[in-house]
Antibody, heavy 125, light 107 residues
Framework: QVQLQESGPGLVKPSQTLSLTCTVS??????????WSWIRQYPGKGLEWIAH???????DYNPSLKSRVTISVDTSKNQLSLKLSSVTAADTAVYYC?????????????????WGQGTLVTVSS | EIVLTQSPGALSLSPGERATLSCRAS???????LAWYQQKPGQAPRLLIY???NRATGIPDRFTGSGSGTDFTLAISRLEPEDFAVYYC????????FGQGTKVEIK
């Protein structure tokens, strides 16, 4: 059974960089079958896909966040990471990592079959 | 960006009743790349349906997804107590986006 666990600071000051790590267990990030994604959920409950990465390092980003986001993978530790720069209060959310499975006919994106429990990040001074 | 609009925003039903949730896309969702998730308070979303109509592993057959193009539906045939939750649709035919959710609450 695949499990994902997010970790990182729960409080970040405005203008600083948010950094989170997701540790994957029960499966290898290097399996080559899946993308690995970051998704956030605002306090008002809306969900927003942030970015994903393939084990090779290939990435895609949400166009609305692309200028501020970096996603990376460490296959030796079976981890993926997220950095979001220049944060504001609008970035306050629960951040999830998730395994992303591509559609039956392929394509660049997929659906999310395993999720971490999520970690709340609050942006405040 | 494909915008997904879910309706209704909330649905008040009794256990045993049928629930019908709608998800409408602003553009055609290619290859019927649409998924449905269930979320309970304090939990991560749980995958129910992918490819518009395929149930995920372990999902009971009272959950049925249908639709294509821009109009999709999730039906729950007979509501069980554990089905009262928020439901989200998500498209993955292009950069993923989610609907705003439908809350199914106990009447």
């Amino acid at each position: 059974q695949v499990q994902l666990q997010e970790s990182g600071p729960g409080l970040v000051k405005p203008s600083q960089t948010l950094s989170l790590t997701c540790t994957v267990s029960g499966g290898s990030i290097s399996s080559g079958v899946y993308y690995w994604s970051w998704i956030r959920q605002y306090p008002g409950k809306g969900l927003e896909w942030i970015a994903h990465i393939y084990y090779s390092g290939s990435t895609d980003y949400n166009p609305s966040l692309k200028s501020r986001v970096t996603i990376s993978v460490d296959t030796s530790k079976n981890q993926l990471s997220l950095k979001l720069s220049s944060v504001t209060a609008a970035d306050t959310a629960v951040y999830y990592c998730a395994r992303e499975r591509r559609g039956f006919y392929g394509g660049n994106w997929g659906y999310f079959d395993y999720w971490g429990q999520g970690t709340l990040v609050t942006v405040s001074s | 960006e494909i915008v997904l609009t879910q309706s209704p925003g909330a649905l008040s039903l009794s256990p045993g009743e049928r629930a019908t949730l709608s998800c409408r896309a602003s553009q055609t969702v290619s290859s019927s790349y649409l998924a449905w998730y269930q979320q309970k308070p304090g939990q991560a979303p749980r995958l129910l349906i992918y490819g518009a109509s395929n149930r995920a592993t372990g999902i009971p057959d009272r959950f049925t997804g249908s639709g294509s193009g821009t109009d999709f539906t999730l039906a729950i045939s007979r509501l069980e107590p554990e089905d009262f939750a928020v439901y989200y649709c998500q498209q993955y035919g292009s950069s993923p986006t989610f609907g705003q959710g439908t809350k199914v609450e106990i009447k």
